[in-house]
């Protein structure tokens, strides 16, 4: 399962961290993904860390030099630090676990095990 928290209400240019605690696997074994939903839109990939090296991640370009993404092992934990937030980021934040090739880790349906998302909402 997966557990998706952190999100909120917040001004354009503020910031906030997402969690996703995971149970019931073993956590090292799968790479981490961040992905978005916003009202009437496709899920979006947004951020991916790989399970071998946490040194590796991935970011959409439109979230680059923005986002952070990080895990804890010992926590079974991913973050997503989300700095200078604009209103285009307001969606639905979903985290989802795959043992895919790396290559395909922008791929939402490569991924399972969602969970319920967090709300994200960005004011002008």
């Known amino acids: 399962q997966l557990q998706a928290s952190g999100g909120g209400l917040v001004q354009a240019g503020g910031s906030l961290r997402l969690s996703c605690a995971a149970s019931g696997r073993t956590f090292r074994d799968f790479h981490m993904g961040w992905f978005r939903q916003a009202p009437g839109k496709e899920r979006e990939f947004v951020a991916a860390?790989?399970?071998?090296?946490?040194?590796?991640?991935r970011y959409a370009d439109s979230v680059k030099g923005r986002f952070t993404i990080s895990r804890d092992n010992a926590k079974s934990t991913v973050y997503l630090q989300m700095s200078d937030l604009k209103p285009e980021d307001t969606a639905v934040y979903y985290c989802?676990?795959?043992?895919?090739?790396?290559?395909?880790?922008?791929?939402?349906?490569?991924?399972?095990?969602w969970g319920q998302g967090t709300q994200v909402t960005v004011s002008s």
């Open positions: 989802g676990v795959t043992q895919i090739l790396w290559s395909y880790v922008d791929e939402a349906h490569r991924y399972r095990n």
């Open positions: 860390i790989n399970r071998s090296n946490a040194q590796s991640v």
